[in-house]
């Protein structure tokens, strides 16, 4: 039966349907089935095409986020969305979704340039001392300027070499090995030296450890 075209009837209509399939259980292979169909191509576009006709009325915009939002201020609505974002398989489709939106490089450019303001006051520092170090040696480009195996470096060589200062925070990245990014950008013919945040408050270290991978002298034993 297709649905009604009147608002009335069709809000009585859906709650019919939600009455109806209330307290029943779906068997996995109903499930299965009916995740199948949906994922079809013809299904998807034909459901995103409905979509978008139905958001392109303000009115609509309005009605759902006005619906959104008495139904987020419901505590048992509330407990449930939390019971379900903090189940395993879905916090973990989650972090894949992630991932992958992070391996389209328009996506992550806008993420980065909109979420953070660049360069920080870690990477201001570092930026400072390789300029006063080494002038116009290196070049910040950590708002998504340059991209390389689907990474932004922080800095790079701009006088020729392949050459790349990556600053690690220590929070950020604590569950992150620096030599898979130095063995990432080798790929591509890279040299990367890694800082940690916390370096940075040794200056005559971390100006050892850069003036060591530019070659002009031997780092420290333990550096």
Wanted: aromatic share 8%.
């Amino acid at each position: 039966m297709p649905a009604p075209k009147d608002p009335v009837k069709r809000a009585q209509w859906i709650e019919n349907i939600r009455a109806a399939m209330t307290g029943r259980k779906q068997s996995p292979e109903h499930i299965a089935a009916t995740k199948a169909a949906m994922n079809r191509p013809e299904v998807r576009a034909k459901n995103g095409a409905a979509q978008r006709r139905y958001f392109s009325d303000p009115i609509n915009r309005l009605k759902t986020s006005k619906a959104t939002q008495e139904a987020m201020n419901r505590p048992e609505v509330m407990l449930k969305l939390i019971a379900a974002m903090n189940r395993p398989e879905v916090r973990d489709k989650l972090r894949k979704s992630a991932k992958e939106r992070w391996t389209k490089s328009e996506y992550a450019r806008k993420i980065i340039r909109s979420s953070q303001i660049c360069p920080n006051k870690s990477e201001q520092l570092l930026e400072t001392l390789l300029n006063t170090l080494l002038p116009d040696e290196f070049k910040y480009v950590g708002g998504g300027d340059f991209e390389l195996a689907g990474k932004y470096p922080d800095f790079v060589n701009v006088n020729g070499k392949k050459q790349i200062i990556e600053l690690f925070g220590d929070y950020w990245h604590k569950d992150e090995n620096p030599q898979d990014r130095i063995n990432l950008f080798a790929q591509y013919g890279f040299e990367t030296l890694v800082i940690w945040c916390s370096e940075l408050r040794n200056s005559h270290q971390v100006e050892d450890k850069v003036l060591g991978f530019m070659g002009y002298m031997q780092p420290a034993l333990g550096a």
